[in-house]
């Protein structure tokens, strides 16, 4: 990303700003694994602590510290960072947030902090399930209850609710809840819901059976006559998704056509590009080039995996990224190609903001399971741990999995103490 080189060379060229390191540990606070790092949290914290040391007063160093330093163990520098926030900030909305989340973590009471949490700042309860698995059943209880709220308001309201509920009831492992919900946000046809229908059976981790109504749904605009741009965007939505899903169960029939309009969607464009449709282009070329052969499978690959490094992961489309990156995690991996599969898979959204993406749970678990191959028993004991927070009880369907991901998780601690 040309974001973390800029701000790298900002360090370079400042070293004594305070908010040149603020800005080199808030960037690995919220994005570091996305640029592969697996002590990115370690890294943000002691930025952190190397702008305060350069400047006490800067406060939005403080309000990350706090809770990251909980998160590390490092309680010293936790209560530092609170006694500065509190002589700068007048606002306490924050502290029942901090309060709450270092009491689970040390093993104290929690209850006084949660019911005020569930009141005014329940959203933070998803952040930190989100971030590291804390407080999930909080979180998800909170989301299911304001989804029951919503209940009682329009029909818009209803189908906005029942929408991002479906998307949250994948990440808790609910699938058949998650079907449910997306059924209830349609409204009139909405080709958004058939889209997520046909993506989530390919993400091979939920229920499948609304993909065909979804490929039904979004088939006849591949046929219409493309005359404006708008016409022009329906049809890149649907071969997006529709391209894709074909590809994985093997059929070609499609594929001249879709490429050859993905191209010259892009060639539309202004200055002829678009980051998420290239990728979504680079998508189609490579699991193409894979299945049939071909001898530029690996370019294609290579081309792809590039494209998804240069997302702006702040302004990106969670389901769809999340997608790509699992695709290019897979092709990866059937290449023998370990810890490339897994820089990708570890490619998402920010975390700390609690940003929706429907396949959180998945990446984990592939995560969990690369690092292990690619020999990273402590990334891929860390990735398991998260998922399994996040999976505290699903649906029947799901439980063999993460029974499995148990076992796995014994082994690699039995494999870390023997070292």
């Known amino acids: 990303m040309q974001r973390w080189k800029d701000i790298q060379n900002y360090v370079a060229l400042a070293p004594q700003r ?20 697996a002590d990115a949290d370690e890294r943000a914290l002691a930025a952190f602590k190397k702008s305060i040391d350069l400047d006490s007063t800067y406060t939005p160093v403080a309000i990350h510290v706090i809770d990251l330093a909980v998160k590390l163990g490092d309680f010293e520098s936790s209560r530092r960072a609170e006694r500065l926030r509190l002589a700068a900030d007048t606002a306490r909305f924050w502290v029942p947030v901090h309060q709450w989340y270092l009491a689970v ?25 989100m971030n590291d698995g804390t407080g999930a059943p909080e979180a998800w209880s909170v989301l299911d209850s304001s989804y029951r709220t919503a209940m009682n308001g329009t029909r818009a309201n209803v189908a906005r609710a029942s929408g991002g509920t479906a998307e ?31 993506r989530n059976a390919m993400i091979r981790d939920g229920d499948s059976t609304l993909a065909p109504l979804g490929v039904a749904r979004l088939s006849p605009e591949e046929s219409r006559t493309r005359s404006d741009s708008a016409s022009r965007m329906l049809y890149v939505r649907a071969v997006r998704v529709l391209e894709p899903y074909r590809l994985a169960s093997g059929d070609t029939s499609h594929i001249r056509r879709s490429i050859e309009q993905m191209r010259s969607a892009l060639a539309r464009l202004p200055n002829g590009k678009d980051p998420e449709l290239q990728a979504s282009l680079g998508v189609i070329e490579a699991m193409y080039a894979n299945l049939a052969k071909r001898p530029d499978a ?28 699992l695709t290019a995690a897979r092709l990866f991996e059937q ?17 700390w903001t609690g940003s929706r993406d429907p396949y959180h749970a998945t990446m984990l678990r592939e995560e969990g399971r690369l690092a292990a191959l690619a020999g990273d028993v402590q990334g891929a004991l860390q990735a398991y741990r998260h998922y399994l927070a996040l999976r505290f009880a699903v649906e029947p369907v799901l439980q063999p999995q993460v029974d499995a991901v148990k076992r796995e998780v014994s082994k690699l601690e039995a494999q870390q103490k023997g070292k």
């Open 18 to 37: 305070a908010e040149a390191w603020y800005l080199y540990a808030d960037f690995l606070y919220h994005y570091g694994h996305v640029v592969d790092l």
């Open 105 to 129: 973590k040390t093993g104290q009471p929690a209850t006084a902090w949660l019911d005020s949490l569930r009141t005014r700042s329940y959203f933070n309860l998803v952040q930190f399930a």
């Open 168 to 198: 949250w009831a994948l990440v808790f492992g609910r699938p058949a809840l998650a079907k449910k919900y997306l059924a209830a946000s349609d409204t009139g046809g909405d080709p958004n819901v058939a889209v997520l229908a046909v």
């Open 298 to 325: 690996p370019a294609a690959l290579e081309r792809l995996d590039s494209l998804l490094k240069e997302f702006d992961y702040s302004n990106v489309h969670g389901g769809r990224a999340a997608f790509e990156n």
């Open 335 to 351: 290449r023998g190609a370990y810890g490339r599969a897994l820089a990708a898979v570890r490619r998402h959204g920010d975390r």
